[in-house]
């Protein structure tokens, strides 16, 4: 399998360093990308190096998932407009040890294969080199000129907020990475996203200059909205890919509520769909858009790879129920254990009877206080929009109260939230 063909096809490949190609058509490769454990889990925004590396893999080829535990102690100007915080050494290795239980969820570890994946730590190598051994034996390698070339440093550098000594160095230490896996694991690939070029490059720059090797690349286009905007962020936040922060429903949702523009190019990026498929997918579509056929194939792949198929299952069904235009009925006719089983994930939100029955609030207040809507302010204006509904039933009158009889068999409230958003208010 032609490795870079597939990735072309699919939009996947942004820079690429003359001779990758043939590298991977002449020989098994070891290739790597890194991942920063800025957090305990990834986001959506970490899936598409994810799937670089499974493309890698499922190619043939030998796939290394590097974590950052000396890296995150440093921070990447990349992309960066100022210096973020460092994190102390147990909130990193409690994100490292959060983000090595993901990957391993998505690759082939198997030790008799021989392509079988791998986990690494920068920290391991770093731990014990001393600051002296560093500039000796790697900074000599490498220019100023070199170094303040690069995109990263040069805005930086313009900028107001300048660069420390400390983001200065970071592409010599992630250009060590790459050396230290070329002469340890024969590692001679590194991907990552295109504004980790210049990091890249310094990487393949000291492979050569070291230790006379060759070293090649590739990078792939940040993901970005058709409109522009970021991509990755819904109305809560990051989408995450710990079930914990963000259920497999909302994740589910956050692929059913993309547009056309973006699901067209995120069916061929974010799924394992050949060609062919996509085109498939793509012609039953147009004409058809009010089905939403495209979206809800790419949401199905999506969380089916990310959750596995069960969560997907309940997922759909979830979806199914609460876009249903016998919602309600359905709801009345099941138990309180099956009710809860089939809207796992849907966000939910305790009232207590007592508070519900001693205050009586009115619609304004109880959208606040649930912390459906940030404010009363946020509350008035998106009910005196017609954006408000109790249990599939608009709600037009601020002043209405609520209380127990709104609640189906007094337990359940459904409110929606404009077109797509659905909350589960729960009595205790």
Known sequence: MNLIEELRWRGMIQDIMPGTEEQLLKEMTTGYIGF???????????????????????????????????????????????????????????????????????LDFEPSK????????????????????????????????????????????????????????????????????????????????????????????????????????????LITKADGSKFGKSEKGNVWLDPAKTSPYEFYQFWLNTTDADAARYTKIFTFLTQQEVDDVLGAHSGNEHQRGLQKRLAEEVTAFVHGKENLEKAVRATELLFSKDTMQ???????????????????????????????????TFLAETGILPSKGEAKKMIQGGGISFNKQKVTDLSKKVDLSQFINEKYLFVQKGKTNYYLVKVS
């Open 330 to 364: 359905i709801i009345a006719s099941l138990s309180a254990k099956e009710l809860d089983a089939t809207l796992t994930g849907v966000p939910a939100v305790e009232v207590s009877k007592e508070h519900l029955t001693t205050t009586n609030p009115d619609v304004v």
């Open 114 to 221: 021989p392509n079988a994946a791998e986990m690494a730590n920068n920290y391991d190598w770093f731990r014990d080199f001393s600051f002296l051994d560093f500039i000796r034996d790697v900074g000599k390698h490498i220019t100023v000129n070199y170094m303040m070339a690069k995109d990263s440093v040069r805005k930086r550098l313009e900028g107001e907020t300048g660069m420390s000594f400390t983001e200065f160095t970071y592409q010599l230490v992630q250009g060590y990475d790459f050396y230290y896996l070329y002469s340890n694991k024969n590692c001679k690939l590194q991907m990552g996203g295109s504004d980790q070029w210049g990091n890249i490059v310094t990487g393949t720059e000291l492979v050569r200059r070291k230790a006379g090797g060759e070293a090649f690349a590739f990078t792939c286009p």
């Open 36 to 106: 920063d454990p800025t957090a305990d889990s990834l986001h959506i925004g970490s899936l598409v190096p994810i799937l670089l590396l499974v493309h890698l893999q499922k190619a043939g080829h030998k796939p290394v998932a590097l974590v950052g535990g000396a890296t995150g102690m440093v921070g990447d100007p990349s992309g960066k407009s100022e210096e973020r915080n460092l994190l102390s050494e147990d909130i990193l290795q409690r994100n490292v040890a959060g983000v090595k239980k993901q990957l391993e969820q998505y």
